[in-house]
């Protein structure tokens, strides 16, 4: 790729990164390293800087409609890098990479370099939001900062699905009431659920518009049902993405609700 396709593609995802410098709150809801919910507070707006860190985009290798392969770090506001992460609800890095649609979810844990930098691979065209979760070995709280890329290829958007409160992936029936999820075989009968990342369940959600986060666990030990509280702590639509174990895989059942 040539040194302006590089240049372009960088400032593409650098101004994604910059251009949505939100106030973050500095106590993130549902966050727990024991797997036990804590009472929704605020979602988490879309930003490069959190609790006095900053994510810094690195370099992007890839452009116009190939795959992107993007390098960041965290480092703190005073500019010292980041080198050194704890695990965090199960992981050192969550990574969420979402359209901003809300289609094309996924949930990547990629692998922190000595440096403390990480890469993400991008494999399709278009406009991509990421959100990176993570814990500094000196912080006691998280800290929730994003980016975004687009390459300047049109994607055609795609509509959210409408609410359904009861939806079958993978053979298993998942029912919503509120923030309690019940699952079952397709058939009713009880299925074996395994726990992911160390929890029960996790529980991501994506606010339409904004792009505001929340990532929530279960209460442990429920047989067949996920609670992770009363409700979404903020008003809006918003697409959850529910993710358990099952048969040795991660179960991911999307939902779309409306919070008053």
Known sequence: MSVGARLGAFLLVLL????????VGEKLPGHSHGGHTHGPGSVVP?????????LVTDSVQGADGDPRLITFHLEMTDGMRVTEFAENHGALLHTIVVRPDLSGFQHLHPDVADDGSWQVPLDEPGQWHMVFD???????????VSANSDDEV????VPLPEPDD??????????RNGLDFTVTNDDGSPAE?????????????LRQGDLAYV???????MAGMFMFGSALPEAGTYRLFLQFGHDGDVVTVPFTVTQP
């Open 16 to 23: 994604g990164t910059f251009g949505t410098a939100y106030a």
């Open 46 to 54: 879309p930003g490069f800087e959190s609790n006095g860190y900053r």
């Open 134 to 144: 993570l814990l500094p070995a000196d912080s006691s709280n998280s800290v929730v």
């Open 154 to 157: 049109a994607v055609e958007p």
């Open 166 to 175: 009861d939806v079958t992936v993978d053979g298993l029936r998942v029912v």
């Open 193 to 205: 659920l395994e726990s992911y990342l160390g929890n029960a369940a996790h529980l991501v959600a």
């Open 215 to 221: 990532h929530l666990h279960a209460t442990d030990d």
